[in-house]
Every structure is written in C-alpha cells, then in structure tokens.
C-alpha cells in the first residue's frame, strides 16, 4: 500500500543515525535502505563486530560496553550525528527510544527525532499523570489511584476500599519492575518498600500507585498512527497476554477474544489516548481485558514496539516507513476505512537464554546458525554464526514471525519453523516455544496473563519420582543398547520433532550440523 502523503511535507532526511543496536538496528537500516536514506551505526566497543554495524553505510564506535557510557549517551550520539551529517536519529526500542530529554536534545541540536515529541513522551511517561489525563478524557481504567501513594499507611487506606487483591506499580518506566500484586493489607508494607526501592533503582523515581488487580487478565494492545497534522488512524490489536514476569515473549494479531465491534472500540478508544496527549508518530495503547470482555487503559507505549512485525503482515503496511514519513512531515495517506486485517500473524521471541536453569542468560559463540525459512516465515535477527553474544544487552537474538490464513494455520507454520531453526553453541529458549504451541489452552485460544506461569509450573510437578526414574534409566539403556545396534532413525537438535528420514538424510545433516 502507498503510504506517501500528497503534499504538505518537509524534504525527506539526507541521512538517519540509528541510535540502537541488536534486530531492532538493523530492522531500521533496512528500512533506510529500501527509502534510499543511508543509514549511520553506532557501537560500543564490545558491538565492534556485531551486524547491525556490518548493515550500516557507515559506523561509528561510541564508548565501553557499559550502556550509560555508549548507547545512553547522549552528548555522544548527537556528536556522532553531526560528524556523519544526520538530519534525524532513529532510537528504535529500549535505551533512549523514550527518553524526553533525549528527544529534546535532538530538537535542540536541530536533528529530527523519529518519534513523538518531549512533551507527548513526558505527558504517558508517568503512569499516574497518564491515568490522570485518561479519567479526564473519559477513557476507562482499572479502578486505582491517579496520584502518588505516600506511605504503606495511604496504600492500605486506599485498598480497603478497592478489595484485595491490589497491585503496587511504579509510575516511571515499565518491564515489570517496581511491580508487586498484594494480596492483604499484611503484605502491604513490605511489598510498598519492595516496590518502591526496584523503582528507585530501576527508573531513578520511587513513586509508586496503587491499582485493583484483576484476576487473570488478557494483555491486548492497539497501534496507532498519528501524523503532523491532526490525523490519527489504529491498526488492530496485538494478544500480548503470554508473558513471564510481566515481559511479553509471544504475541499475536489479530486477538483470538477480540471481534470486529470489540476491535472499533478499543481502536477509537486508543485514538482518543493518542489524541489527549497530542501525540505524534506511531504508538502503543495498552489495554487489560477481563473474563467479561471489558477493557481497562492500562498505559501507552511512546515508540515502535518490539511486536510490531504481527501488526505489519496482518495490514501489509511497513511501520517504519511510516514513521519516517511521519517523522518527515508528511500527512498519513491512508484514512480508517483503508486499514483491512488480512490472516494471523504470531511472534515468538528468540532469547540467548536457558529456559531449563531458571532463564539464566547464555552469552557466548554461535558456533551454528541455521535459520528457518519458507513460506510465511519471517526472521528479524541481530546474529550470525560465528558472532559472540555479549552479556552486557538484553539477551534478544531475533524474532521469528509466522503468518498464514488462519490462527491454527500459522500456529502449524510456527512448529515447523521451530524445529528448522537450529543454534550452535550457546542456549536459547527454543524448547520453550515448541512445547508453548502444543500446550491445550494455548492452542485453543484460552490466554491470560497467568498462562506461561502455569505451564512452567505444570513442567516443575512433572519431575519424575525415583521409581518413574529408575525405569525411564532402564528404557534408556535399552534405547542406547538399540541404537548402538542398529540404523539410527531421527536426530534431534534444539529439541526439534523431525519426521522418520534415511540413513543418508541423517548423515548429510550430521555433518551439516556439525561444529566448527
């Protein structure tokens, strides 16, 4: 779809500073590319090798290892910007992707931020400003507080009214940090502490609120557009609701709860957010669902979202180049009416992690890389085989995205996909997708924030007891003795489910897979 405004518009930029590292860099330098932008890297010492700089037109390395001292900072990047003649800084997601004082630095050095402006960014940044904003713009939100708690004793106070459970959240920042669910008023103390000190740590702001906490909630959020010049349009929702400790691993699109009336309404419901904070460029408004199908503002995300690939195969549109457009003064092209979901799309989040050890980080050599392709198979990746994973990043190697017709469809597409998809030398959280796509609620569509935990827990009540131990040993020595004996009949890698294959199949991808 043509999404060029007629008119109106500032001269596209000469040059873009991608202001990020991982998928997430060279997501966008494609998109520079395909636009004719050239597209300018950075790096930190530790990055020197890393492929979003091999995808760069040009790179430039920015301080040590240490975040605050490369990718968080600031004077640098802009410093950077101005050697290599950048007219716009893309920040991509996480470090300074929503950071008002960075976007207030770029205006300041004359650079255009890809993205919404200070003011938009500081107005959602605080969650309890934003729930302020929203009662006033008669948007509906989970019963709470819209103003900072100052003391256990207020907390207490305030969730007798509401009922227990409550949950405590820190009003800055997000991932689930300076979280606690609090399930009586003996709890709340320590739990006001907990949270209140993770926040401080986490965000340099200790304020905390108070909201009802809803019992098995689905996680659904809406993408928005919003240009220049007083338009706003929603692209669907994302099923966000598989998540570990408030950080989300699969998503999806279009939701499995929600249908065409249910989709207008959140949608029309996440332009209003949008248009109460004067927002530009493209954003996320998350929603809580409950088992009734209501839905609760739940805060909105000020930048291109980790997710975002579900969202472009269901509309066809690139996002990135919308918001290059956007950033570029162009008015949308596209009204409501254009916007037509088409298929099923889910996103499973490749961590260099281990699943099987409490999903302790797994940095390291890439020995092998095979990556997984065909029809509706789409891989936005940071790696390549022979590429050490520093430990000093979020552990996010890639995301592989399935699409197909129908949600059963892209889920079979899925499996197939997993068991191609091989990695060599350190740990990922593979497994962890494949037995997720075989899990009965999962497949049947019956999500909620709660549903990984449970399948984790459900792996924990499995273990063996030593007798269940002493005849899977026996069975093994059998199989081990059989196979000795015999033609082998399947190869596992990664946890893979291959099909029966030949004797000369299994050695070709023996040594196919082979380490260097």
């Known amino acids: 779809m043509e999404t060029r405004g007629e008119g109106g518009s500032r001269a596209m930029f000469k040059k873009i500073l991608v202001a990020n590292r991982g998928e997430i860099a060279v997501r966008v330098m494609r998109a520079c590319r395909e636009m004719g932008i050239p597209a300018v890297g950075v790096y930190s010492e530790v990055d020197r090798r890393a492929l979003h700089v091999r995808k760069s037109d040009e790179a430039y390395c920015i301080g040590p290892a240490p975040a605050r001292e490369s990718y968080l900072n600031i004077p640098k990047l802009l410093e950077v910007a101005a050697r290599a003649g950048a007219d716009a800084?893309?920040?991509?997601?996480?470090?300074?992707?929503?950071?008002?004082?960075?976007?207030?630095?770029?205006?300041?050095?004359?650079?255009?931020?890809?993205?919404?402006?200070?003011?938009?960014?500081?107005?959602?940044?605080?969650?309890?400003?934003?729930?302020?904003?929203?009662?006033?713009?008669?948007?509906?939100?989970?019963?709470?507080?819209?103003?900072?708690?100052?003391?256990?004793?207020?907390?207490?106070?305030?969730?007798?009214?509401?009922?227990?459970?409550?949950?405590?959240?820190?009003?800055?920042?997000?991932?689930?940090?300076?979280?606690?669910?609090?399930?009586?008023?003996?709890?709340?103390?320590?739990?006001?502490?907990?949270?209140?000190?993770?926040?401080?740590?986490?965000?340099?702001?200790?304020?905390?609120?108070?909201?009802?906490?809803?019992?098995?909630?689905?996680?659904?959020?809406?993408?928005?557009?919003?240009?220049?010049?007083?338009?706003?349009?929603?692209?669907?929702?994302?099923?966000?609701?598989?998540?570990?400790?408030?950080?989300?691993?699969?998503?999806?699109?279009?939701?499995?709860?929600?249908?065409?009336?249910?989709?207008?309404?959140?949608?029309?419901?996440?332009?209003?957010?949008?248009?109460?904070?004067?927002?530009?460029?493209?954003?996320?408004?998350?929603?809580?669902?409950?088992?009734?199908?209501?839905?609760?503002?739940?805060?909105?995300?000020?930048?291109?979202?980790?997710?975002?690939?579900?969202?472009?195969?269901?509309?066809?549109?690139?996002?990135?180049?919308?918001?290059?457009?956007?950033?570029?003064?162009?008015?949308?092209?596209?009204?409501?009416?254009?916007?037509?979901?088409?298929?099923?799309?889910?996103?499973?989040?490749?961590?260099?992690?281990?699943?099987?050890?409490?999903?302790?980080?797994?940095p390291g050599k890439i020995t092998r890389l095979l990556y997984p392709a065909g029809p509706g198979v789409r891989v936005d990746s940071g790696s390549y085989e022979g590429w050490v994973v520093p430990i000093d990043y979020d552990p996010l190697m890639a995301k592989l995205v399935g699409y197909a017709p129908t949600r059963a469809q892209t889920i079979a597409r899925l499996k197939r996909a997993l068991d191609e998809y091989f990695v060599g030398g350190i740990k990922t959280n593979l497994p962890l997708f494949r037995e997720l796509l075989r899990y009965p609620d999962f497949v049947a569509g019956e999500l909620d924030t709660g549903l990984l935990d449970r399948l984790l827990a459900g792996r924990r009540v499995a273990a063996p007891d030593q007798e269940r131990m002493r005849l899977a040993a026996i069975a093994a020595a059998l199989f081990a003795h059989e196979e000795a004996t015999a033609a082998p009949a399947s190869v596992r890698t990664n946890g893979a489910h291959p099909p029966a294959q030949s004797a000369w199949k299994l050695a070709g991808r023996r040594e196919a897979l082979r380490e260097k």
């Open 89 to 362: 800084i893309h920040p991509g997601y996480g470090f300074l992707a929503e950071n008002a004082a960075f976007a207030r630095a770029c205006r300041a050095a004359g650079v255009k931020f890809i993205g919404p402006t200070a003011e938009s960014m500081e107005a959602m940044g605080s969650k309890t400003h934003a729930r302020q904003m929203m009662q006033e713009a008669g948007v509906p939100m989970v019963p709470g507080t819209a103003q900072a708690l100052g003391s256990p004793a207020e907390a207490r106070e305030v969730a007798g009214r509401l009922g227990y459970p409550v949950m405590l959240k820190a009003a800055a920042g997000g991932g689930g940090k300076g979280m606690r669910v609090v399930a009586a008023a003996a709890e709340m103390e320590s739990s006001f502490t907990q949270a209140q000190s993770e926040a401080e740590r986490a965000f340099g702001d200790g304020t905390v609120y108070l909201e009802k906490f809803l019992a098995k909630p689905r996680h659904v959020e809406v993408q928005i557009l919003a240009d220049e010049h007083g338009h706003a349009i929603y692209l669907g929702e994302r099923e966000c609701s598989v998540q570990r400790r408030h950080q989300k691993v699969l998503e999806e699109s279009p939701s499995p709860i929600v249908d065409a009336q249910m989709r207008r309404r959140m949608g029309e419901t996440a332009v209003r957010v949008a248009q109460a904070a004067a927002y530009t460029n493209a954003g996320t408004v998350e929603f809580l669902v409950d088992a009734e199908r209501n839905f609760y503002f739940l805060e909105m995300n000020t930048r291109l979202q980790v997710e975002h690939p579900v969202t472009e195969l269901v509309t066809g549109l690139d996002l990135v180049h919308l918001q290059i457009h956007i950033a570029a003064g162009e008015p949308l092209a596209i009204e409501q009416k254009d916007i037509q979901l088409r298929g099923h799309a889910m996103e499973c989040r490749i961590y260099a992690e281990d699943p099987d050890n409490h999903f302790f980080p797994s």
